[in-house]
């Protein structure tokens, strides 16, 4: 198998948590939030790891174990240019690279390995993780086609009525050929409501230029939590404490 790289997106301030520490930092269960994820890595024997830091950056780069990397988002342009942030430090790079959120730290290492397994199974360009959730509120839709396969993530706010109609949604948790994730990434735009280089529009992109792009739905929806609140934290710990 190729080797693998972890990008944890870990740049935000997360202004609806109400406080001063990067969201990734807030603890829950008495560890941050991405002290969760980089476990969660770790166990699923993905261990080259680079954080995607900007908003207070040496709270945590203070944090972070010395083996995983760091790179600033100098601006806060959205998913995509963080991960376009990242590409020199993949200079060379001729693996997979996963994708995963500083602030979600329900996703299992069963569920991190089980991506990885069937990305390379279906010899896919990409794979995303995706959870049937009802309702799927802020969420971004996976859009299938009539032979079921995806052809695009569409964020909610830019969602049509019918688009937001469906259940299954974008986990933001990713695996991609890291040279056909970079060649997409220079192609994408921000011509959005929210004026931001979406991540999820390299999908449109690849799929394009005749890439496969698949889909592993999440066997546990609770793992696609990501914490936006103070409400999203306290039911993040009644899981982690259910575990």
């Known amino acids: 198998m190729k080797k693998i790289h972890a990008l944890i997106l870990a740049a935000g301030k997360g202004t609806r948590m109400g406080g001063e520490l990067p969201k990734v930092m807030v603890k829950v269960n008495g560890k941050p939030l991405i002290g969760w994820v980089i476990d969660a890595l770790v166990d699923a024997e993905i261990r ?50 996963m994708v995963a959120c500083g602030d979600m730290p329900l996703i299992s290492p069963k569920t991190f390995s089980g991506l990885v397994e069937q990305h390379v199974a279906d010899g896919n360009s990409c794979t995303v993780l995706t959870a049937r959730i009802e309702p799927p509120h802020r969420y971004g839709r996976i859009i299938r086609g009539s032979d079921n396969q995806v052809i695009k993530i569409v964020e909610a706010a830019d969602a049509t009525v019918e688009e937001l109609k469906v259940d299954e949604v974008n986990t933001a948790v990713y695996i991609f050929d890291c040279i056909e994730l970079y060649q997409a990434l220079e192609k994408i735009g921000s011509d959005n409501k929210q004026g931001e280089y979406y991540l999820p529009d390299v999908i449109e992109i690849m799929l394009g230029a005749g890439s496969k792009v698949g889909a592993v739905i999440c066997e546990n929806s609770e793992e696609a939590l990501g914490v936006n609140s103070s409400d999203d934290l306290t039911l993040v710990e009644k899981y982690l404490l259910k575990r």
């Open 48 to 97: 080259d790891i680079t954080a995607i830091v900007g908003y207070k950056k040496d709270l945590v780069i203070d944090f972070l174990p010395s083996e995983v990397l760091t790179v600033e988002q100098k601006e806060q342009l959205g998913t995509g240019h963080a991960v376009l942030c990242a590409k020199d430090s993949l200079a060379g790079f001729d693996g997979l690279v």
